[in-house]
């Protein structure tokens, strides 16, 4: 169970990290909406180069759109008081872990069966 000053501090980092992510958002909008100014005389490599970056862009873009709804969620399970609880065992997640990965839902124990689990799966696809 978290202390109110640990929820507190997190919901503090949790804040500050959607409002970076917001602004980043806003930069990736403006980002496309220049895109097509001055395409006047350049050359293929000027293009692949550009459409490089771009398409670079949009990825990072598409990250810290998906890791915004993560935080999100966060906030709300802060508001329900569920934040610590793993949404697998129920355990407590732990303070120093939700700090490291604030929009970890897991606890480490279980986190870490999750990625043996995936490991397992890997090969047996490839």
């Known amino acids: 169970m978290l202390t109110p000053e640990q929820t ?7 804040v500050a990290d959607q409002i970076r ?5 806003h930069e990736a909008l403006a980002f496309t909406m220049d895109r097509d100014k001055d395409r006047v005389g350049r050359d293929s490599m000027d293009e692949s180069t550009e459409e490089e970056m771009y398409s670079t862009e949009l990825r990072l873009h598409d990250r810290e759109t998906y890791l ?15 934040i610590d609880d793993c949404e ?15 929009v970890t839902t897991l606890c480490f124990d279980c986190k870490t069966a999750r990625e043996q689990e995936e490991a397992d799966v ?3 696809e490839a």
């Open 88 to 102: 697998d065992c129920s355990e407590p997640i732990g303070f120093k872990r939700l700090m490291a990965r604030p």
């Open 8 to 14: 507190a501090e997190l919901k503090t980092r949790l």
């Open 21 to 25: 992510l917001a602004d980043h958002a």
């Open 122 to 124: 890997a090969p047996q």
């Open 68 to 82: 915004l709804t993560k935080v999100r969620e966060q906030l709300e399970r802060i508001e329900k008081g569920e």
